[in-house]
């Protein structure tokens, strides 16, 4: 066991501290970064601070209660009361105005304001403005009426079968177990492409010969195949730290934010079809490693596992639609498309609890039937050097 080990923690050191690792493990954290950056740039550059002026004729802002303070990055415009027109624009001319508006003595009975500009204001500008306007139209009005009719229209979003429902504020919890799942395609398709090529190099200069005359082939590629999910598992962890502190940060300043909630019970789902999955691609491509010679002949060979965990995304229209359709069933229980297939259905409905327990036990004995291959295609490959295994010599050895 000591063997089984030392093996798994050197596979797992010698890809996590490699400089390229390092790049990808902080490629999302940067391009998040990034895009929550530009984010907080335009939203800052589309809020104008320069006063707004305004000419009340209707009475509704005699006694005006000021607009809330905006929250960073967005920068509150000041609103400024004029007399007359002419001295609103005598300070528009004079750049002390972004625009001025004309409330007329009837706005209560038409809603027409009259908005005077030399530039069109920025879109920001504007909203504060007519928010302005909607707080002292309801000052009079009981705080929690005042409060619903500010907040505007409620959408629920309501799955197919009527298992999942939900609003406006939290509709972006339908699409976390979906990105869950694109991140976990992103960590194991790039930890199983390292464990692909260090079988290749290994077997190429022959250092797999070494250690097998220490260990057994099965501890070799077990233990290379369980450093392959914890390189994967380092990334999913990183990229997972990263992106709570992004959103807890993101939840003072962003409404859409607020609703987050990522249930135990879901995290629970997909941890426990995610974790045999990982091992079950990771076997499979430590066998492909073990079957070509060259890394660039694997890495074709990889596209073929690729395609069915990457279709689940490629009919999600089908899925959201009809979560529960026999096609989803099937790909739920069919062990490279079920992981992906689990994260988008569980997000629109309630998958049966005997779906996900056959999906699971099909994944472990997958997962273990493909450690299996693994070690077997090894010892049937590891003295052949230069030479390429091919799939169907290992059945019919294993037949015979």
Do not use: C
Not at 69 to 98: C, H, I
Not at 194 to 215: C, D, F, G, H, W
Not at 256 to 271: D, H, K
Not at 351 to 368: C, D, E, G, N, R
């Amino acid at each position: 066991m000591s063997k089984f080990w030392r093996i798994t923690w050197r596979e797992y050191s010698r890809h996590v501290f490699r400089k390229r690792f390092l790049i990808t493990l902080l490629s999302v954290p940067l391009m998040l970064a990034l895009m929550v950056g530009l984010v907080v740039i335009i939203i800052w550059m589309d809020s104008d601070p320069t006063p707004i002026g305004y000419i009340d004729n209707s009475g509704i802002l005699a006694d005006r209660i000021p607009q809330p303070p905006v929250k960073f990055p967005e920068r509150n415009a000041t609103f400024t009361s004029y007399a007359d027109q002419s001295s609103a624009e005598k300070d528009l001319l004079a750049g002390k105005l972004q625009a001025y508006y004309i409330i007329p003595a009837d706005y209560l009975q038409t809603g027409d304001v009259k908005e005077v500009y030399l530039e069109e204001p920025r879109g920001i500008a504007i909203q504060q403005f007519y928010s302005f306007l909607s707080i002292n139209l309801l000052k009079n009005q009981p705080p929690e009426i005042a409060s619903r009719l500010m907040d505007g229209n409620k959408i629920v979003v309501q799955s197919a079968d009527k298992t999942r429902e939900a609003s406006q504020e939290k509709i972006i919890n339908l699409i976390l177990p979906f990105v869950a799942g694109i991140l976990f395609i992103v960590a194991m398709s790039t930890s199983s492409g390292y464990l692909l090529q260090a079988v290749v190099e290994e077997k190429e200069n022959r250092t797999m010969e070494i250690m097998v005359t220490s260990v057994s082939p099965n501890q070799l590629m077990s233990g290379k195949t369980i450093a392959d999910m914890a390189v994967g598992i380092t990334q999913l962890l990183v990229w997972g730290i990263f992106i709570f502190l992004i959103l807890l940060f993101g939840k003072s300043y962003f409404s859409f934010l607020s609703g987050i909630a990522f249930p135990l019970e879901t995290v629970a789902i997909l941890v426990a079809v995610m974790i045999p999955a990982f091992i079950m691609i990771s076997g499979l491509m430590a066998a492909v490693g073990a079957t070509v010679t060259e890394a660039s002949e694997g890495q074709q060979v990889m596209g073929l596992f690729t395609i069915p965990i990457w279709l689940p995304y490629i009919l999600i229209a089908v899925f959201v639609q009809n979560p529960n359709s026999p096609l989803a069933i099937a790909m739920t229980l069919f062990p490279l498309t079920a992981p992906m297939t689990i994260a988008i259905r569980i997000g629109f409905t309630s998958i049966p609890t005997a779906q996900l327990l056959a999906s699971f036990i099909i994944l472990v004995a997958s997962a273990i039937g493909a450690i299996w291959l693994a070690g077997r295609v090894f010892r049937m490959g590891m003295l052949r050097y230069g030479q390429r295994l091919r799939w169907k010599e290992i059945f019919a050895h294993q037949k015979g």
